[in-house]
């Protein structure tokens, strides 16, 4: 299926813009794996969940995952789990045992194995394969997605679904996703915001020179959906 392209015009916009798609994915699924960003925009996002959309929303029908995390306590700042609690989960009425956290306290090799297990467990299968409903990814400045960097090419063809990851400038570990189970999702969802990302989506989005140095670009699910939710800083075009 092609690229499709979600405008909007600021990154609140974005944020409803992608609810109203999620909710249109979710309507009549008694089942239905997310895997969850880390990010400034799924911010606003989860704010916009746990208010406006908090009771028309599913949630006897979510289950959360994370696409990466950091190496650190779920209580820590940079926690993308910890983030996402303060945010939503405090606030929204999903089952406790509907949420899936990376254990980002644990020893980050025996987690990534854990964790796949989890995926594994509770995720339907595609062509024998564990397939989420819907991962949603942002895109950091170098073209990095969930925590598969420039650095880290071969990660987007790892035979796992988890590894763990090494940021290359602050040397921080985090647990990730690898690139064949993003591929293998029903639907992917970028949510990018922000005029410091137009260079990278322009090249990645016009396929412009140089454009497979930047993980993100290597996002093409197999048979399901790919769409990317834009404002028009990060679009960058009239």
């Given at each position: 299926?092609?690229?499709?392209?979600?405008?909007?015009?600021?990154?609140?916009?974005?944020?409803?813009?992608?609810?109203?798609?999620?909710?249109?994915?979710?309507?009549?699924?008694?089942?239905?794996?997310?895997?969850?960003?880390?990010?400034?925009?799924?911010?606003?996002?989860?704010?916009?969940?746990?208010?406006?959309?908090?009771?028309?929303?599913?949630?006897?029908?979510?289950?959360?995952?994370?696409?990466?995390?950091?190496?650190?306590?779920?209580?820590h700042a940079d926690s993308n789990y910890g983030v996402t609690r303060a945010l939503l989960l405090d606030h929204v009425p999903i089952p406790a045992s509907q949420v899936h956290r990376i254990h980002g306290e644990a020893d980050p090799a025996q987690e990534a194995v854990r964790y796949a297990q989890v995926i594994r467990a509770h995720t339907?299968?595609?062509?024998?394969?564990?397939?989420?409903?819907?991962?949603?990814?942002?895109?950091?400045?170098?073209?990095?997605?969930?925590?598969?960097?420039?650095?880290?090419?071969?990660?987007?063809?790892?035979?796992?679904?988890?590894?763990?990851?090494?940021?290359?400038?602050?040397?921080?570990?985090?647990?990730?996703?690898?690139?064949?189970?993003?591929?293998?999702?029903?639907?992917?969802?970028?949510?990018?915001?922000?005029?410091?990302?137009?260079?990278?989506?322009?090249?990645?989005?016009?396929?412009?020179?140089?454009?497979?140095?930047?993980?993100?670009?290597?996002?093409?699910?197999?048979?399901?959906?790919?769409?990317?939710?834009?404002?028009?800083?990060?679009?960058?075009?009239?």
């Amino acid at each position: 299926m092609a690229t499709q392209i979600h405008l909007s015009k600021d990154a609140a916009a974005v944020a409803e813009d992608f609810t109203r798609y999620f909710l249109e994915q979710l309507a009549g699924k008694t089942h239905f794996t997310v895997a969850l960003s880390g990010g400034s925009t799924p911010q606003l996002l989860f704010k916009l969940w746990a208010t406006t959309y908090r009771d028309q929303i599913n949630w006897s029908a979510v289950h959360f995952f994370w696409g990466d995390e950091r190496c650190v306590a779920p209580d820590h700042a940079d926690s993308n789990y910890g983030v996402t609690r303060a945010l939503l989960l405090d606030h929204v009425p999903i089952p406790a045992s509907q949420v899936h956290r990376i254990h980002g306290e644990a020893d980050p090799a025996q987690e990534a194995v854990r964790y796949a297990q989890v995926i594994r467990a509770h995720t339907q299968q595609v062509d024998g394969h564990p397939a989420f409903d819907l991962v949603l990814l942002g895109m950091g400045d170098d073209g990095h997605t969930a925590s598969i960097f420039p650095d880290r090419l071969e990660l987007l063809q790892d035979e796992h679904l988890t590894a763990v990851a090494t940021h290359p400038q602050s040397g921080q570990q985090r647990i990730s996703i690898t690139g064949p189970i993003i591929n293998g999702a029903q639907r992917v969802a970028f949510l990018v915001t922000g005029a410091g990302k137009h260079e990278k989506v322009s090249a990645i989005l016009g396929r412009e020179a140089g454009y497979q140095a930047f993980p993100a670009a290597h996002i093409q699910p197999a048979t399901g959906e790919l769409h990317w939710f834009l404002d028009v800083a990060a679009w960058g075009k009239p």
